[in-house]
């Protein structure tokens, strides 16, 4: 059974940083997109960004230029790193391990609490 964890959330003030952590349990790791969500109380999910097999990431436009994805496919892990936060990047970080096919399944983890206070 694969396993997606999140880990590195936690309070910070404004203008702090924070990185998240994902793990996954899964074979061929490197060849899926993963991608960070986040969903704040009351609001929809929120795409942050991607970063594909090729290491090349994209991001939301709310934390461009702040948060940088990155991976390391030895540790199976992706990254997040998040500068310059805001309160309003309080939120449930996901991660999601996405598909490559129509044959692939996609899995998520948990999430990740981060809250930045002011």
């Not at 097999?53 to 030895?74: H, M």
């Not at 310059?84 to 996405?98: F, G, N, Q």
């Not at 899995?107 to 206070?117: D, K, L, N, R």
Request: charged share 20%.
């Amino acid at each position: 059974q694969v396993q997606v964890v999140e880990s590195g959330g936690g309070l910070v003030q404004t203008g702090g940083s924070l990185r998240l952590s994902c793990t996954a349990s899964l074979s061929a790791f490197s060849l899926r997109p993963i991608a960070w969500s986040r969903q704040a109380p009351g609001k929809e999910r929120e795409l942050v960004g991607v970063i594909n097999s090729d290491n090349v990431p994209n991001y939301g436009d709310s934390v461009k230029g702040r948060f940088t994805i990155s991976r390391d496919n030895a540790k199976n892990t992706a990254y997040l790193e998040m500068n310059s936060l805001k309160v309003e990047d309080t939120a449930v970080y996901y991660c999601k391990v996405a598909a490559t096919s129509p044959w692939d399944i996609e899995y998520w983890g948990e999430g990740t609490q981060v809250t930045v206070s002011s």
